[in-house]
């Protein structure tokens, strides 16, 4: 399946060289044409992954993610030259599923967009399409959790980090463990986004009764708990 690649920026040497390299790889990529009308061209294009700035004319970056998550779940990774960590805490709370900073090594680029890609559209060929846990229902092809007739959508990263700590219910799950499922090379990953999709994650499951059971053991990690 040729994969297609949505990306947002203004630097025209930019997304020419983010073109040419992906390209390379079989990615089809494309962009708007008009930065006002960023929703129309995503909704034409339909495509497998996003890629942000945040500096952008019209509205920032911010906003296209949040108007894109209110109606898909298609990976966003934001690419930007801003590098404060408020930045990246507002990226993730609005659904991102990842961050890299500008000036950025074209290999770990790829490497993140390879691994966005393999987790979104090929983890559901391994699993079963549901999950019991805690009286609720976790939905693999829908990416939600149900509970007493209530449903919940989740992201990818916060879909995939649930559906780690259930499997291992009533188990410590370390940090470094679900860094490593999640983005496949720490190295490449600040610690502080884990943290800020737990936390976004734990928001969720309150909604539905959930929300204690995900507990941090200082030093240790996480575990998800029989409530």
Known sequence: MDMKV?????DPAIFELLSKRLGQWSFHVTGPTDFHEVMRSFTEVEP????LDIQLPAYDGF????????????PILFLSSRDHPMDMVMAMNMGADDFIQKP???????????????????????KSDVLEWNGGILDMKRGVIRRDGHEVELTK?????????????????????????LWDDERF????????????????????GLGEAIVTKKGLGYMAITL
């Open 48 to 51: 497998h992954l996003v890629i």
């Open 189 to 208: 990953v600040n610690d502080n986004t884990l943290t800020v999709n737990v936390t976004r994650l734990r928001q969720k499951l309150a909604e539905i």
């Open 104 to 126: 950025f090594d074209m290999d770990v680029l790829l490497a993140k967009i390879q691994a966005l890609l393999r987790r979104t559209y090929a983890y559901g060929e391994e």
């Open 157 to 181: 990263n916060e879909f995939y980090i649930l559906t780690v700590l259930a499997e291992s219910n009533d188990e410590i799950v370390s940090r470094d463990h679900l860094i490593r499922k």
């Open 63 to 74: 906003h296209w993610c949040r108007e894109i998550r209110a109606i898909s779940k298609v």
């Open 6 to 10: 949505f990306i947002v920026e203004d």
